[in-house]
């Protein structure tokens, strides 16, 4: 059974900075692709990174590029999202997905694992 779990969530002024972690464990944890999403009270969820896990390839949502950074830490087993310059937009329920295939990692639909989600408020 592989488990994520977010931490790093909190409330911060716009212009300020946070960096959340993403620790994973399970005997048999091999992922392909992992990836950062949020969601916003009454809006869906939305794809904000990932990370391939064994070349560590990152693409970055548009609305996040240049001031968020998806990176990982395979000994640790961990992924981390650095966010810089933030914004009162950013503000939602941040979740770390993991999933065993490749292609379509923009899609939720497409991550079997998910940690429990780390609240993001950026106020203005």
């Known amino acids: 059974q592989v488990q994520l779990v977010e931490s790093g969530g909190g409330l911060v002024q716009a212009g300020g900075s946070l960096r959340l972690s993403c620790a994973a464990s399970g005997r048999t944890f091999s992922p392909s692709v992992m990836g950062w999403f949020r969601q916003a009270p009454g809006k869906e969820r939305e794809f904000v990174a990932f990370?391939?896990?064994?070349?560590?390839?990152?693409i970055h949502s548009d609305s996040v590029k240049g001031r968020f950074t998806i990176s990982r830490n395979n000994a640790k087993n961990t992924v981390y999202l650095q966010m810089n310059s933030l914004k009162p937009e950013d503000t939602a329920v941040y979740y770390c997905?993991?999933?065993?295939?490749?292609?379509?990692?923009?899609?939720?639909?497409?991550?079997?694992?998910w940690g429990q989600g780390t609240q993001v408020t950026v106020s203005s």
């Open positions: 990370i391939t896990w064994s070349s560590a390839i990152t």
């Open positions: 997905a993991a999933k065993t295939t490749l292609g379509n990692s923009k899609e939720a639909s497409g991550y079997a694992y």
